[in-house]
Nanobody
Framework: QVQLVESGGGLVQAGGSLRLSCAVS????????MAWFRQAPGKEREFVAA????????YYGDPAEGRFTISRDYAKNTNYLQMNSLKPGDTAVYYC?????????????????WGQGTQVTVSS
């Protein structure tokens, strides 16, 4: 079984930055793709970013393009989401996800494991 634990959320002013972390335990997930999704109140879960299992490819949703960066530390079994130039519209619960995926990274139903989420609130 795989457990994912997010951290790093909080309250930040517009224009600020946050770095979210997703610590993976239970087993080595070197062959898993890792991703971040977010969900704001009253809205559907939205794809933010994904990293292929090899780390060689990254994918970003429209809200993240040019502002967010996904990365991975295999030695620490942790992946990160660096978020810059945050906007109030980025306010949401951010979820880390993992799965054996080689295509269609934006589809949340392809991910087998999910964290509990971390709240990000951006004030104007």
């Amino acid at each position: 079984q795989v457990q994912l634990v997010e951290s790093g959320g909080g309250l930040v002013q517009a224009g600020g930055s946050l770095r979210l972390s997703c610590a993976v335990s239970g087993r080595t997930v070197g062959s898993y793709a890792m991703a971040w999704f977010r969900q704001a109140p009253g809205k559907e879960r939205e794809f933010v970013a994904a990293l292929s299992w090899s780390g060689g490819s990254t994918y970003y949703g429209d809200p993240a393009e040019g502002r967010f960066t996904i990365s991975r530390d295999y030695a620490k079994n942790t992946n990160y989401l660096q978020m810059n130039s945050l906007k109030p519209g980025d306010t949401a619960v951010y979820y880390c996800a993992a799965g054996i995926i080689y295509t269609d990274y934006i589809a949340h139903n392809k991910y087998n494991y999910w964290g509990q989420g971390t709240q990000v609130t951006v004030s104007s």
